[in-house]
């Protein structure tokens, strides 16, 4: 007996990824499983935190999802980067050393965080014996965390699972089986300027959406045949604001903008050309189409209903002091409060977002039932 392999794709967003975790609540409460209903589950940046959590839980779905609720909702900013006022003043110190400096041969590495918090964070929650367990009953079948190699300039996924599955070479991207270990988690998550790069078997690796063009080839070269893609950026018209076409943007808006793009355009862009495939393979007659490599792969793409800008906005004064300093500095203090929406690892906006993504899923309880 063949059953379907449901994959799960979950890119990145900062302090969004708690969006992630409220359709995971729901998706559980809908599907009422013990033993996940996704056995590929596929991440980068956050998305690859949010993605591991859920493969180490695959044999008890259920409270993998509530205790991934529960860490969410106790996290602070400095449980993500440090925030002290020192941290912070030696990070802006070194890299505006390097910029006044840089013709002496001095030179400066690292971000404008201090990631500390997340590696020691990840270290600790990350078990890799349940991951090996995972694999070993079949409840998964892949775990893939994709990073952006600075040496190679292509987009690595790091993946363990069941023996079948080869590693892939495609343009600008490829699939390595390793053992995966925090490390791998952390790369993938290390947002470039903000963190330093992450050093893996003599290399450098960044954020794993940085050359991510492809989010959901992970999950379909690994054997899904329906994905569940969820996102961190609304869908709904963006008209911006009408100030901020009659001026220059700030490094701090400019800053806002690039992440948005790196985080959720390329993703909704591939859901697009997936779908347009899978018309293509629908016109093809039912008996040829064994000499196309192609095929149909049922998906469903979740958003948020609202605009995850406004909310952060709402509770911009949770922000650290010293964080609130960074942004007013850069010029993304005021604006539309797009930086703040990823950075903003506080208690109350994580909540509000875990509550809207439980919320919106609930609303098309019937459409994921059927989906799985």
Sequence with gaps: MTTTRIGLVLQ??????????????????????????????????????NAASIAVAANDFQQGTQYLASLWRSLKCHSVYNTDALSLLLSTGRLASTMVFGYLGFSASGGLLDYEPLRKLLEREFRRSHLQQAIKSKALHALCITASSYGAGKAV???EGDETIQNWNRARRSGERVQIIPAH???????????????????????GALRSTSPLSPAI???AERIL???????????????MGKRMPTF???????????????????????????????LIPEERRPLTPLRVIESVLLSPSQDLRKIAQSHASDLPRTVRMLLRSGGAWGGDGRLKSYLLFEPGYIGDLIDLGYEDTMKQETKIAEFF
Excluded: W
């Excluded at 409220?22 to 998305?47: D, E, M, N, W, Y």
């Design 12 to 49: 990145g967003g900062g302090a969004r990824g708690a969006y992630q975790v409220g359709v995971l609540l729901a998706v559980a409460k809908i599907t009422g499983a013990h033993r996940s209903p996704f056995q590929i589950v596929c991440g980068s940046s956050v998305g690859a935190v």
């Design 157 to 159: 996924t790091f993946f």
């Design 185 to 207: 988690l952390l790369a993938s998550a290390a947002l470039p300027f903000a963190f330093a790069p992450v050093e893996l078997s003599s290399s450098y690796y960044g954020d």
């Design 221 to 223: 070269r690994t054997g």
């Design 229 to 243: 893609v969820i996102g961190t950026r609304d869908t709904l018209p963006d008209t911006g604001s009408r100030s």
């Design 252 to 282: 701090g808006e400019v800053a806002g903008h690039s992440l948005d793009i790196l985080f959720n355009d390329n993703l909704e862009s591939d859901h697009e050309r997936m779908q347009r495939i899978n018309h293509t393979v629908s």
